[in-house]
């Protein structure tokens, strides 16, 4: 086979020109790539901006930035309680991972609370303050202290180290400035029960 | 007389039922027995209650402060005694309990001295809006809110007052329109005055044309009042609709009336608008209609705001149904009431007591044929069927892009869905889930904040904790390297031994000096006694006092005597060592 | 007393769905009439078998989806893709070529989306379009217009339901395949060879498309559609037509009276392309939406390889309707130009 025939040969122009092409789209991809990049913000950023931030620690870090680095760098996405499903959901969908079911280990998904300290039983130790991680107690040494309720992530953090036991988590409950409307229920289901029981 | 022009995008003709309630005069309701005044009538924040328990309070006296320039106050509507201040079952759709000021009523409707305005041209604007803040009046034909927050708003052009009563069986405007009608263009020169407006256009929907003759009549025959009809048609009550109706504008997305010079009042409010500031009467009534086929009676009546809906239902003859609704507002945007024990609220313009056939109970849903009817009737000129897909799948970002945010809930597309999906709800609800969780948006963003100050600050006190223990370090470092110094002279140790032999013989000195000191200290004192009672024992024979007493005395002198000699002959130095 | 809760609004207006069905039924009866006029009592056949086997997929469906069998099958809908699919093939079909193409618009095209409302694709179409690519023959053989030839009666129409042949007694070319097949003859001459042409767009088929267009414009009337979707289609279509018409060369494609009567073109505007599950969502989307199947319709009677092609047409646009509706959201009360 001489060379002419050689370069001749279809199947070889064929996957030559194929080669070709492939390279060159190739460069002008890598190219458009370093010079049309897009600035998003970094991934750290984007995961603990998902995490709900009640820093509480409870995925073993010590806080949720931390834990957003952890995930970043490999680390599993299912291990933040107050953020729940919700958050494994959302976390998933920006990582391009199948979700999976929170882990027990580090807790259950739980209704949001507050802090409240019981204020005459409060010794002014500052041993709560220490240990919030958002700074939402007030108080000074041998003062009585109180719970910024708007700041508090309801993380739990303070009751542990109180020695007289005077802080309670509350339940955050609906009242009539912050209640609303449900969906209704799914209409198929409720559409045959309901033709149903009209049977009945 | 003008018909407008302009129309907008959609819209329903229901059937109106408006002949049910409207052929009868407004009629004053009676005292009931208990009023029940919630503090949270209007929309922001709850007034605060400034009577107590067991208090006497007179018609008109205010009962609860606006919490701020945004809120409203609430005055009560009779006389009697505030016998509880604590939550009751309100008018709201939730069906949940709101803190309310009850009064039992005594029946003399014994009112609280006031004074109106009639002269309301000679006060300033800010002392205008003070008194209708004052006086707690707020919108009442939709949400509530406070007028006097309203009307505080600058380069206002044309004021607008919304006569349409659009939704079907409530007539309270149409009557308050036909027999009020004088008061009623007061109240809105008062409110031209107040806003500064060039023009006022009063819009009426031809279906009340005893109310647009009455109007009519007692407008100034002004080019700047205008009175424009246009066709009945849900839902050209709605603020926005009304003022592309009228003007031909649309109210900019996001946007307030105000951002293109409008202002809008309901005919009701002007009412009691004029009531307060040429009268002093704040707001403690209103006209509600009473109307659906439950009821024996149906008409208008003008009822003590806080009389609660069961009292006046007995009054107007309510038939028990067997699957009783009520519904507080009209029966395309009102709300089911929970209770019939819930007491008339500010915003209360109708009670429907439906029975059963006349509003049948929603029909089962059927699946969205995607027929678009509801995109052909929206007022917004959104596409229902779009939301309510997106909704039922939680996409919230969809959701956004199709402007749920613009939805009105005038309930027109779940009207005329042929499937019978409650549309409405759909969105209720997902516009609710949307907001919480902007809220939860914004309150980890506060929390990240707040968290990573700490973090510096922590950080920062470390760093500044490391540097003064390194100074202290330092400090001690030097003063050590000064002390060697010295020590380089001689032996330390001998020092310090030579310096111990020193104290010790120092002290030994000085004990053996203070026992010395001592004894004889003891001595002088005990000889100083001796005298004492030596001159006493001769004063006492000298007065020729009892044998006794100078047989003690002479005791007492003898054990003296004893002791001094004993001290004089002991060694001083035995006595220390004892 | 305890009250009963609902959200509101407590009214509704009463045009369910099973009425809006109805009156899609109901406004297909002119098009019927004229159809089994010109060709026999073989589409009453027709519409009985395909109805009957639509509802029938539909009821097993429902039943293996679990659903309320009375509730969902109250909606007509069925029955309504069944009559479509009814008059879109030949009469004079054997029963199995009409079950295939009931089975595939009901358990296929429209079940195996998601059931009522959320098919992709017009389920008659695709039924059509199935059967036009599998049993090509027995799909293009129409019968011959009755002016032209006897058409079968009662008896022998319900024979030919269980007979195996296609029927081939009096079949001929419909005008839109004469049109296809023209080979360098002026219209004039085309017209005046083929009394199939009848005097504007076929015989029969003029009163057929006439047939489909009132009950398209009761329909339009009864406001269960707006005008976007059928406006856009006719306008495309006339205007291509008009811009090709040559004169009535020998190169022509037909004038846009002989495009508007023919065919199944007033059946697409009015019944197929205002199926609202499957078309573009708002007004704007569906002018466009209806402008591309006139388009594709023009292109694919005169340039392409089949003689009608309302089916195509409608289901390549079908596709194209997500991507119609991501660029043409209305503009909510209150954007500069949403102003009335
Ligand atoms: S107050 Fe207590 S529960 Fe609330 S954020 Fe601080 S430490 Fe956590
Ligand atoms: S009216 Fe109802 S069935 Fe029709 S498109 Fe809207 S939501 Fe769907
Ligand atoms: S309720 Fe919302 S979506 Fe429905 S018609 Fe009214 S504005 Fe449009």
Redesign the pocket.
Known sequence: MTMAEFFLNDLTQTVLVFLTLGGLFGLLLGYASIRFKVEGDPIVEQINALLPQTQCGQCSHPGCRPYAEAIASGEAINKCPPGGEDTIHRLADLLGMEPQPLDGEHGIEKPKT??FIREAECIGCTK?IQ????D??LGAAKLMHT?IAQE???????VEPCPVDC?D?IEVTTNIKTWGWEAPENDDIIATDRMSDKAA | MNTAKHTFHGGIRPLEHKEDSNTTPIEIAPIPPMLVLPLQQHSGPTAKPCVTEGEYVYKGQMIANAADASGASIHASSSGYVVAIEARLVAHPSGMADTCIVIETDGLDAAIETSGHPNWRNLNRVELLDILHRSGIVGLGGAGFPTARKLNTDSIDTLIINGTECEPYITADDLCMRERAADIIRGCEILKYIVGANSVIVGIEDNKPEAIESMGKAMPSSPDWKLVTFPTKYPSGGEKQLIEILTGRQVPRGGLPANIGIVCQNVGTAFAVKEALEDGKPLISRITTFTGQALSRRGNLEVRLGTPVSYLLDYMGYTEQKVPRLIMGGPMMGFALPDATVPIVKTTNCILAPDTNELPLPKPAQPCIRCGFCAEACPASLLPQQLFWHSKSSNFDQLDKHALDDCIECGVCSYVCPSSIPLVQYFRASKHEMRMRRNEQQQADKARERFEARQQRLEREALEREATRAARKAAAKAKAAESSRFADEADPVQAAIERAKAKKARLMQQSQQGAQMNAESALDSLKTKLAAQQSTLQQAEADEKSEKITTALQASIRRLEQQIAESETKPPSKDVEE | MSLMRTSSPHLSAANPVQHVMQQVLLALIPGLIALIHFFGPGVIFNLLAACGFAVLCEALVLRLRGYDLRFFLSDYSALVTGALLAVSIPPYSPWWLIFIGAFFSIVVAKHLFGGLGQNPFNPAMVGYVVLLISFPVYMTHWTAPSDLANTPGLLQSFASLWSNEYYDGTTMATPLDLMKQNEGQMLTFLYANNPQFGSYAGLGWEWVNLGFLAGGLWMLHKKLFTWHGPVGMLAALGILSALFYDDGSSASGGSPLFHWLSGATMLGAFFIITDPASGATSNLGRLLFGAMVGVLVYCIRVWGNYPDAVAFAVLLLNFCAPFIDYYTIPKPYGTEDSQS
């Open positions: 507050v802090a709560c240990a919030c991680p958002v939402a107690i719970v508090c992530t309801g993380c739990d953090l303070c802080i988590m």
